[in-house]
Antibody, heavy 126, light 110 residues
Framework: QITLKESGPTLVKPTQTLTLTCTFS??????????VAWIRQPPGKALEWLAL???????RYSPSLKSRLTITKDTSKNQVVLTMTNMDPVDTATYYC??????????????????WGQGTMVTVSS | QSALTQPASVSGSPGQSITISCTGT?????????VSWYQHHPGKAPKFLIY???KRPSGVSDRFSASKSGNTASLTISGLQAEDEADYYC??????????FGGGTRLTVL
């Protein structure tokens, strides 16, 4: 059974750097085709894809946020960390991590975000 | 990368069918079959409903179906039930090698 859980501060000040950790179980981030993504949702707004790291350390970033984001993985700890610099009140959101796989259980193409964590709310305020 | 375009809201009565559209471009929906759909009840984790345009993960009701034509993907929910009331999001892989979500559609079951 795959599970993911986000952790990190609930409140950060403007201009600070946010560090969020996704701790997962039930899969390995060394398995070909597997990735972990970060996705956020500001209050009352839509989901926004932020970043993803693959098993082979290939990293992808939202073009609009690329300069502020860094995603890393620690396979020994089963964790993925997202850092976002220069936080602003508009970054107030629930931040989710999610499992991604090239393939479904039958080996056919998938590539969706099939399992999500419960999310962690981050407020940016002085 | 602009968000995919979805209607802000749709509604239907129990037992009816509704369709939610998701319009992108030739750089995302029009180019790839990596289109997925998610159901999101507020306060809960989003649920994976559809992948690779029209595939259902194990455990997802066959009342949910989807398709794609050109730059537009569609999600159809048949036999509407009260528990279907939620927000629905489409997602597509893009030519930037990234992903983009739609703006979300609030489904109201009347």
């Amino acid at each position: 059974q795959i599970t993911l859980k986000e952790s990190g501060p609930t409140l950060v000040k403007p201009t600070q750097t946010l560090t969020l950790t996704c701790t997962f179980s039930g899969f390995s981030l060394t398995t070909e085709g597997v990735g972990v993504a970060w996705i956020r949702q500001p209050p009352g707004k839509a989901l926004e894809w932020l970043a993803l790291v693959y098993w082979n350390d290939d990293k992808r970033y939202s073009p609009s946020l690329k300069s502020r984001l860094t995603i890393t993985k620690d396979t020994s700890k089963n964790q993925v960390v997202l850092t976002m610099t220069n936080m602003d009140p508009v970054d107030t959101a629930t931040y989710y991590c999610a499992h991604n796989d090239y393939y479904d259980t039958s080996g056919s193409p998938q590539d969706g975000f099939d399992i999500w964590g419960q999310g962690t709310m981050v407020t940016v305020s002085s | 990368q602009s968000a995919l375009t979805q209607p802000a809201s749709v509604s239907g009565s129990p037992g009816q069918s509704i369709t939610i559209s998701c319009t992108g471009t030739s750089s995302d929906i029009g180019k790839y079959k990596y289109v997925s759909w998610y159901q999101h009840h507020p306060g809960k984790a989003p649920k994976f409903l559809i992948y690779y345009v029209n595939k259902r993960p194990s455990g997802v009701s066959d009342r949910f179906s989807a398709s794609k034509s050109g730059n537009t993907a569609s999600l159809t929910i048949s036999g509407l039930q009260a528990e279907d009331e939620a927000d629905y999001y489409c997602n597509s892989y893009t030519s930037d090698s990234t992903w983009v979500f739609g703006g979300g559609t609030r489904l109201t079951v009347l």
